[in-house]
């Protein structure tokens, strides 16, 4: 598997060989592209540059809106998702109490904003 030599996987131990997870993967390889390419952006940062820049961002608004003015990466706060942008439309303090879907929703906005904007 390609993963094995690549540098983000140096120094990594795993118990299993390259083989078992051939033999135990499936045939179909799905592959979930903004998260891939987002993950391997960030990675590159992270070993590229001094610093990543970077702002939260609770709407596709806010986050295009960063985007443009420069910013190296977005994240979304958990705090924020609490503070005022659940599902349950409540206010919770920090704690993860809030609907365990609000924060996919409120990526997906997200996602859907950049696609849209490509």
């Given amino acids: 598997m390609a993963y094995s030599k690549e540098p983000r996987w140096m120094n990594v131990e795993r118990p299993y060989s390259v083989a078992d997870v051939k033999r135990l993967s499936g045939s179909v390889n799905i592959e979930y592209t903004l998260a891939k390419k987002g993950a391997e952006k960030l990675w590159n940062q992270l070993h590229h540059k001094k610093y990543v820049s970077a702002l939260g961002a609770l709407t596709g608004n806010q986050a295009m809106q960063q985007a443009k003015a420069g910013l190296d990466s977005i994240y979304l706060s958990g705090w924020q998702v609490a503070g005022d942008a659940n599902d349950s439309l409540q206010m ?12 996919p929703t409120i990526v997906k906005r997200i996602n859907n904003t950049f696609q849209r904007a490509d």
Avoid: C, E, K, R
């Avoid at 919770?92 to 924060?103: E, F, H, M």
């Fill in 92 to 103: 919770y303090p920090d704690q993860s109490l809030y609907a365990v879907g609000s924060v």
